[in-house]
């Protein structure tokens, strides 16, 4: 498979990348040591493995590749296959991701890839024979399969070494031992899953392939997958960054700056990415269509890709956007983190920071003043793990709804991580602070509800078709002085200080990491108080709200369950559960608005790190980008570069992520969503002693409490089916803005059509039944009324 850009010559040094490099200029004596220094860092803080577990990695991994050779022999001679096509038959053993890499740290699992011949079935033969294999192995523990994950993958440890194994099934009667599976040819007649599980391997191979650097690579990328980790960035499923995703940063970097040492590559990243204007995309070499038609990320033909908001494009076809999972809250986040990295960086250049201050764990649980808790149970271990993996992968969701209920006034920002309570049995929980959008002005009084919002992601995670008793999920509200303890090292709370000394103390107080460690900020950090000087003030601030008698409450709620600790208040639709903000209730986290997504128009491909055309095709001409030898060029001159990098002429647009992220979402866990055409449970949308805090919305009490009175069988579930698509139904299309695009504003209108003709059907078959008049009826043709009349409203005004 051809790669523009490998042909051409720089001074005689191989020109990796779609444009040319920002700088050619070698290393200084300064730079050297530094990175010495940066190395000594990062081995101090354990992230390379020992020589013993080193060598116990490789024996498992030779025994692994044993293992399915046997197996394939074993249902070759089970399917018929003569003795000759028996001793033929041969499977092998790939490896990818941060192993493969090279910057796996102790304890790290290892990712392999089985790729078979087209006879070894995936069900059958892989997740059949070979777990049987497996499982009677006693080197082999924790054994699980994952047959419907969106990549099918085989989890267990074999002695004591974390495995995760993928299978290809390859459309050939025998896999050679020399197997090249970066061929594009490999993919013939290969199906989706597949397809799916050779993509690690080729992707990382060929990031190996475009780096010119491998071993300043790898430090520089050990580096940055240790920061984002410290700061809380780094979860693909949470809507950070991944391990993939880090690679192609990190390697686009090194393409830029060929020369350089990791110590001058970690600066450039964070000066690079913080001037970096989203959606531009990130590419390591021109996107190809290839010959088997498979999809590629391509914006100017799937409408999908002109959604994605933080774009960085695997190197292996088909290229696909390994950032679909992005939210604005999650890219307001890291591109704060970018920036404060930008400003460190450039402090240590002065000598006034170190490596200490970089690294310094982000305090998650002293930024936001409220919370939303997720707590999950279940009823043993083994349905504990499939229900968490079932609910992280719809957390996005529920940050994606909130943001679109409340117009994006209400921000997000879910913790990466998870926490388990040990008094309670299999139990984990999950964190998202919450905060008001910066640069917004607070009318008093003004409201935030999220209590349907909240409701609609219950319904949804409850939708899992692989549900079992037991499993079971509550969200709550809870503000900063209640989050509960075993959150924090060791069960303790650190002690926050008051806002007269509180800077005068910083180098003595614990901090809270993205990952619930605790550490002691090193010495001279000066330069670490006037990066986070804002998130200290507003800790600071709020340490003085209890006895301020001007202080608001967030959420107002009634008296908790007695399921829940004091302030941990659940969310639902019979609370009182609407959140206020007045000025002192605003959190802030450092400020700068960033920009919109932009694309010149729905025809048209960002052209950051594409051709000027707008072509993101095989045949790509670079944007030539005067490459300088001078180390000490101004930083005007290195942000012109930078800004070369992303010519082209852009315009804002309204982007609607709901739609497309809910559509590549379904696709991706078709498998595992019930269909609510069948009967629902809503009962937690039952109440007779509370009123509903949304004036617009009084059917929900009411009409709950009505339905358990009309039907007591089969006829409830018609009642259910027809409340929630009710809800669905004004829920999605009535508070649009007015101002939406036309295809949106068409596309609501279609799915909003479809509601009602589902709706009607549930009536129908309810009057039908029980030859009563429904309860809906009167306020459903006023309803209906009313939609038609904001339809035109729509397409008049917008």
Not at 531 to 541: F, T
Not at 650 to 661: G, I, L, M, S, V
Not at 775 to 781: D, H, K, V
Request: charged share 25%; proline share 5%; hydrophobic share 35%.
């Amino acid at each position: 498979m051809g790669i523009p850009g490998l042909n051409n010559q720089n001074n005689g040094q191989q020109r990796l990348g779609i444009t040319e490099p920002i700088s050619l200029a070698g290393p200084t004596e300064e730079d050297v040591i530094k990175t010495r220094e940066l190395e000594k860092y990062l081995q101090g803080v354990g992230l390379y493995e020992s020589q013993q577990e080193a060598v116990g990695r490789e024996e498992v991994l030779g025994r692994l590749d044993q293992i399915v050779k046997i197996w394939v022999k074993n249902i070759s001679r089970a399917k018929g296959f003569n003795e000759q096509l028996v001793q033929e038959a041969n499977a092998k053993i790939f490896t990818f991701g941060s192993y493969r890499l090279g910057v796996h740290g102790p304890g790290a699992d290892i990712d392999t890839l089985c790729v078979g011949p087209r006879h070894a079935t995936r069900d059958e033969d892989f997740f059949g024979e070979l777990h049987k294999m497996l499982s009677e192995m006693q080197e082999v523990t924790e054994l699980h399969p994952v047959p419907d994950a969106h990549v099918p993958v085989m989890k267990f440890k074999f002695n004591g070494v974390s495995v995760d194994l993928l299978y290809a099934r390859l459309a050939l009667w025998v896999i050679p031992e020399d197997l090249d599976i970066s061929q594009e040819s490999i993919l013939q007649n290969a199906d989706e899953q597949t397809v799916l599980s050779l993509n690690g391997c080729r992707v990382t191979d060929q990031v190996l392939r475009l780096v010119p650097n491998i071993q300043t690579f790898r430090t520089t990328l050990r580096c940055m997958r240790f920061w984002a980790k410290r700061r809380g960035v780094y979860s693909n499923v949470a809507g950070f960054l991944g391990g993939i995703n880090l690679a192609l940063l990190v390697a686009r970097i090194c393409q830029l700056y060929p020369n350089a040492l990791p110590n001058m590559l970690v600066s450039r990243f964070f000066r690079v990415y913080t001037q970096w204007r989203w959606p531009n995309p990130v590419m390591l070499c021109a996107i190809e269509e290839g010959s088997l038609g498979l999809p590629v990320w391509d914006p100017r033909r799937n409408p999908k890709d002109r959604y994605h908001l933080m774009p960085i494009i695997t190197p292996a076809y088909p290229c696909m956007n390994s950032t679909y999972n992005v939210t604005s809250s999650t890219l307001r986040v890291m591109s704060e983190e970018f920036r404060r990295g930008s400003e460190i960086c450039e402090a240590m250049d002065a000598s006034k920071a170190d490596w200490d201050t970089l690294f310094e764990p982000y305090p998650f649980f002293e930024v936001y003043k409220n919370y939303l808790q997720i707590d999950i149970t279940a009823e043993n271990e083994d349905d504990l793990r499939q229900w968490k993996g079932w609910v992280e992968s719809r957390l996005r969701q529920l940050t994606l709804k909130i943001e679109r209920h409340t117009y994006g006034m209400l921000q997000c920002h879910p913790h990466p991580g998870e926490f388990s309570d040990k008094t309670r049995a299999f139990h984990h929980c999950y964190f998202m602070g919450l905060q008001r959008k910066q640069g917004v002005p607070v009318n008093e009084g003004e409201q935030f509800d999220i209590r349907l919002t909240v409701e609609e992601f219950k319904h949804s995670v409850n939708a899992y078709t692989l549900w079992k008793p037991g499993m079971d999920i509550h969200v709550s509200h809870v503000k900063r002085r209640s989050i509960p303890n075993f959150i924090f090292p060791g069960g303790v709370r650190p002690s926050y200080t008051s806002k007269g000394n509180s800077e005068n103390k910083q180098s003595s107080k614990l901090r809270v990491s993205g990952h619930g460690q605790t550490e002691k900020p090193q010495g001279g950090k000066a330069v670490a108080m006037e990066v986070d000087d804002v998130r200290k003030r507003k800790r600071s601030e709020d340490n003085m709200d209890t006895n301020s008698k001007n202080s608001k409450s967030l959420v107002s709620l009634p008296t908790p369950s007695r399921e829940f600790h004091d302030d941990r208040i659940p969310i639902s639709a019979s609370s009182s559960c609407s959140m206020k903000f007045d000025e002192s209730e605003v959190n802030s986290m450092g400020g700068q608005k960033s920009e919109k997504p932009c694309l010149k128009s729905l025809g048209e491909v960002p052209s950051g790190d594409c051709e000027t055309n707008g072509s993101v095709t095989g045949n790509q001409q670079v944007n030539p980008i005067v490459a300088t030898t001078d180390i000490s060029n101004s930083k005007e001159e290195e942000k012109l570069a930078i800004e070369k990098i992303m010519s082209g002429p852009y315009e804002a647009h309204q982007t609607f992520t709901e739609e497309p992220d809910e559509l590549e979402d379904d696709i991706v866990y078709k498998n595992q969503v019930k269909d609510y055409g069948g009967s629902m449970n809503i009962s937690n949308l039952e109440s007779s002693n509370s009123k509903s805090a949304v004036a617009e919305e009084p059917v929900i009490s009411k009409e709950t409490n009505l339905s358990t009175h009309l039907c007591s069988n089969d006829g409830l579930e018609e009642l259910e089916v027809n409340l929630f698509l009710w809800l669905k139904f004004r829920k999605f299309l009535l508070p649009a803005s007015i101002k939406c695009h036309a295809a949106i504003v068409k596309r609501r209108y279609q799915i909003s059509l479809n509601c009602l003709l589902n709706l009607l059907k549930a009536q129908s078959n309810l009057y039908r039944s029980y030859n009563l008049l429904d309860f809906f009826s009167i306020s459903f043709l006023f309803n209906v009324w009313y939609l038609l009349l904001s339809l035109s409203f729509h397409y008049i005004f917008r």
